[in-house]
């Protein structure tokens, strides 16, 4: 069975492994033991605080197959951005040219570099074993987090975003860091990612241009991916639309991928999971009765969540599951309900 956890030190080494077989692909989970270590500290001690007003926490959790105790998945939250380091983004507005002499009136589309989502939660490093990726898995790996922040909300800000990876060739080539990005910097948009992923953040600031961007001077494989997601992270994206969350303009200021946001209180996991008490028995066997459903604790530093059949109108987890939840008769746990069409 697969089932989430709070990430721990014991972690390290099946931390580094997703962190080489993702190839580089995500900002936040760079082949770097150094960074990786800090991953796990900053949830460790975040763990550890008593939270009045979300700051700059940092919680990982990590989906770990029981059975092997192989560590195949992980996934994030920032309870805020921008505080300690500073969180850029483009913002996609028309700027108005216009001469009356000549009677023309332009609209032209434009980025502006903006940190205008500081102070705002992030989900963060959703990354999977290829082995281990189907619907249900992934609906675990990140929905899981959204109950987290239903149990805890005083350690979240109000709204909450999720930024895709853009689109890239097989050669981890950005079309958008090509025609932009690359003018600026000199390296390649491989290396400029890493150094973000291990907050070497300041170079942005230095180098990036301060003053609008039109978009007609990009390239037209450039423009033609801005705000989409790589292939591969669609699924991801139909979720979050799921979930409640909207794409308003803001895209990656590197790969132009899109930056989704939503009210965290309006998320459909965390505003219609439900809190019963737990039972534990022989669960109902009728199939006609059983839905998929996330099953979590109520805990903190040690939070778990899993995924398994239930009936809703008698909800029964099994010894193994309570075992596993780490729950007894009478103790609170968390439900949401999944549906067989959104699963595949």
């Known amino acids: 069975m697969l089932l989430l956890r709070p990430l721990n030190f014991n972690d390290i080494q099946g931390l580094e492994r997703l962190a080489v077989i993702s190839g580089g692909s995500m900002t936040t989970l760079p082949?770097?033991?150094?960074?990786?270590?800090?991953?796990?500290?900053g949830t460790q001690q975040s763990l550890r605080k008593d939270i009045e007003q979300a700051g700059d926490e940092s919680y990982h959790f990590v989906l770990e197959d029981t059975d092997s105790g192989s560590?195949?998945?992980?996934?994030?939250?920032?309870?805020?951005?921008?505080?300690s380091s500073p969180f850029y983004s483009y913002r996609t507005e028309k700027v108005v040219h216009a001469s009356n002499e000549l009677q023309i009136h332009n609209q032209i589309p434009a980025l502006h570099l903006c940190q205008d989502y500081t102070g705002v939660a992030r989900l963060c490093t959703l990354f999977i074993d290829k082995e281990y990726r189907n619907p249900v898995n992934l609906h675990l790996?990140?929905?899981a987090r959204l109950m987290f922040i239903a149990q805890h909300?005083?350690?979240?800000?109000?709204?909450?975003?999720?930024?895709?990876?853009?689109?890239v060739d097989e050669n981890n080539r950005s079309p958008f860091w090509e025609s932009l990005g690359r003018h600026f910097f000199e390296m390649d948009f491989t290396k400029a990612n890493y150094l973000t992923g291990i907050n070497s953040k300041g170079f942005i600031a230095d180098l990036m241009p301060h003053y609008p961007v039109y978009v007609p001077l990009l390239s037209q494989e450039a423009q033609d991916v801005l705000g989409k997601p790589r292939p591969?992270?669609?699924?991801?994206?139909?979720?979050?639309?799921?979930?409640?969350?909207?794409?308003?303009g803001y895209i990656d200021i590197f790969d132009a991928g899109p930056t989704m946001?939503?009210?965290?209180?309006f998320i459909r996991s965390i505003a219609q999971n439900r809190q019963v008490a737990a039972r534990i028995g022989v669960p109902a066997t009728d199939d006609s009765n059983l839905?998929?459903?996330?099953?979590?604790?109520?805990?903190?530093?040690?939070?778990?969540?899993?995924?398994?059949?239930?009936?809703?109108?008698?909800?029964?987890i099994s010894d193994e599951i309570a075992q596993l939840l780490q729950v007894s008769e009478g103790d609170p746990i968390r439900l949401m309900l999944l549906n067989d069409a959104e699963l595949g």
């Open 141 to 143: 790996l990140s929905r």
């Open 232 to 248: 591969d992270m669609q699924n991801v994206m139909t979720l979050l639309e799921n979930e409640g969350f909207s794409y308003r």
């Open 291 to 316: 839905h998929p459903a996330l099953i979590s604790n109520t805990g903190l530093k040690d939070y778990r969540c899993l995924v398994s059949r239930i009936d809703p109108e008698q909800p029964e």
């Open 261 to 265: 946001e939503a009210r965290t209180d």
């Open 31 to 41: 082949a770097n033991r150094d960074h990786l270590g800090e991953l796990i500290n």
């Open 153 to 167: 909300p005083e350690r979240f800000a109000s709204r909450l975003i999720a930024e895709l990876q853009g689109v």
């Open 71 to 83: 560590i195949i998945g992980v996934s994030g939250i920032d309870a805020t951005v921008g505080i």
